[in-house]
């Protein structure tokens, strides 16, 4: 198996971390072995852990400190973990450095986007009142909205070109797109929902492909594509 480093969700009040078992179970089903990494690391630590993988998972969670895209917190701003992102902007700054494959999911997506010099929407209810709902009030599995999937993509090698369904439970979105990076989805009310870049290899979806692929498996597509380019990699 590859490994490859994930970020998990933190839990400042009880002091711990976690990650969905969606995540590891597809990993392991297209021969990744997730290496777990706690925000209670010191960010000083990013190196070494990359050392220790051929591949970063930047996993989904809460809001990024806009401070980091230069803004002020606007209100509709949520709960801020501030150790997680110092840690996930050094993983993300010594990956980016390496070249290494990035899969980026939800709050990953808008980490890479940051960490690349990209902006983020803070609150989408707010500075944008005609979006569409981005926050399902159904299953978690459930195929919420729709998203146009760009022609030639990576992402189009994992779900096809055109229409897809996908879930959606975020309040954020990525607004000014990094140098570098190309939008392959967006929804009808115009909201980025995937960038991307094929060399280095980097892919990020706004929505949650390991909430999806076990009732979805073209979904798990998307962390074989992962598990190519980290292969790929010299070990
Ligand atoms: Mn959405």
Request: charge should be negative; glycine fraction near 8%.
């Amino acid at each position: 198996m590859i490994p490859v480093a994930v970020t998990t969700w933190h839990n400042e009040e009880e002091n711990r971390c976690f990650l969905e078992d969606g995540y590891v179970m597809a990993m392991e089903q297209v021969g990744l072995l997730p290496l777990l990494v706690s925000p209670a690391l010191s960010p000083s630590a990013a190196a070494d852990i990359l050392d220790s993988a051929r591949g970063l998972l930047l996993a989904g969670g809460d809001d990024i400190s806009p401070l980091y895209y230069k803004q002020q917190p606007l209100a509709g701003l949520e709960y801020v973990d501030a150790r997680r992102d110092e840690l996930e902007f050094a993983l993300a700054a010594e990956a980016l450095k390496r070249k290494m494959p990035i899969f980026a999911v939800c709050r990953g997506m808008q980490v890479i986007n940051v960490a690349m010099g990209g902006t983020l929407v803070q609150h989408i209810c707010q500075s944008k009142p005609d979006a569409m709902q981005h926050r399902q009030n159904s299953p978690q599995w459930h195929r919420h909205h729709q998203v146009t999937v760009r022609p030639g993509s990576l992402l189009a090698q994992a779900l096809g070109e055109g229409l897809v369904g996908v879930n959606s439970t975020h309040h954020q979105a990525v607004d000014e797109v990094a140098e570098g990076l190309i939008i392959s989805a967006t929804t009808a009310d115009g909201m980025v929902e995937a960038i991307e870049r094929a060399n280095p290899w980097l892919l990020a979806v706004q929505w949650h492909p390991e909430r999806m692929w076990q009732r979805y498996p073209e979904f798990l597509q998307l962390f074989r594509l992962f598990a190519q380019a980290c292969q790929g990699e010299k070990g």
